[in-house]
């Protein structure tokens, strides 16, 4: 399996534009997670998904955050209109909810940069 | 409110010695796991190690071993024996054990640097 792949790596933007950042989980994993690490806050959750459905969002810091996820195999996470203090690098992963390891597996990251 | 505390921001160790990296958490849930995982610069996150709240005996993993103090809520992590592959950012994590959320709660990180 090639794990949590997270898409893009980088991105660099204006403020004022939106971003959006594309996960794709573990198949198989019904559990789906977005993070923010900051130097300042370290791993934040923003929201998770158990089964495609949104069960806590209440670490997304704003309404310009918004995170759907349209089937088991994908997940965005969009910010409009994007700001400085969006930079940070975001990170997904998932895990199988039931049976199995509980350990979550995480991607490898989209380092945000927002000029 | 589920919290994680770590309250060392950076810790250095020699090569072959060890070192301690503490972690201190407040739940009122009884049924909960706890994780140390680690971030390289790659910034890949790689579990390190898991403890289930209901075990007494403490976790090991090869060179990586927790003290577990429930009632203190203290959740550490020994590293024997570094190695220069060891540096990296630890993150100490909580989740709630029964069903219903599922989220992980993490600390702000601790740096560990390994000294040739």
């Known amino acids: 399996d090639a794990g949590v792949i997270q898409s893009p790596r980088h991105e660099v933007t204006e403020m004022g534009q939106e971003v959006t950042l594309r996960c794709k989980p573990i198949s198989g994993h019904n559990s789906l997670f977005w993070y923010r690490q900051t130097m300042m806050r370290g791993l934040e959750l923003l929201i998770y998904?158990?089964?495609?459905?949104?069960?806590?969002d209440s670490g997304m810091p704003e309404d310009r955050f918004s995170a759907k996820m349209p089937n088991a195999s994908f997940s965005t996470l969009k910010i409009q209109p994007s700001e400085p203090r969006d930079s940070a690098v975001y990170f997904c992963?998932?895990?199988?909810?039931?049976?199995?390891?509980?350990?979550?597996?995480f991607g490898q990251g989209t380092r945000l940069t927002v000029v | 409110a589920q919290t994680v505390t770590q309250s060392q921001p950076e810790m250095s160790v020699q090569e072959a010695e060890t070192v301690t990296l503490s972690c201190t958490y407040d739940t009122s849930e009884s049924d909960y796991y706890l994780f140390w995982y680690k971030q390289p610069p790659s910034r890949q996150m790689i579990l390190v190690i898991r403890q289930e709240a209901y075990k007494q005996q403490n976790a090991t993993e090869n060179r990586f071993s927790v003290n577990f103090q429930k009632a203190a809520k203290s959740f550490s992590l020994k590293i024997s024996d570094s190695q220069l592959g060891d540096a990296a950012m630890y993150f100490c994590?909580?989740?709630?054990?029964?069903?219903?959320?599922?989220?992980?709660?993490f600390g702000t990180g601790t740096r560990l640097k390994v000294l040739a």
């Open positions: 998904f158990n089964n495609n459905v949104p069960i806590d």
């Open positions: 992963a998932s895990r199988l909810g039931r049976g199995g390891t509980i350990k979550a597996f």
């Open positions: 994590a909580l989740r709630r054990g029964s069903s219903g959320t599922y989220k992980y709660i």
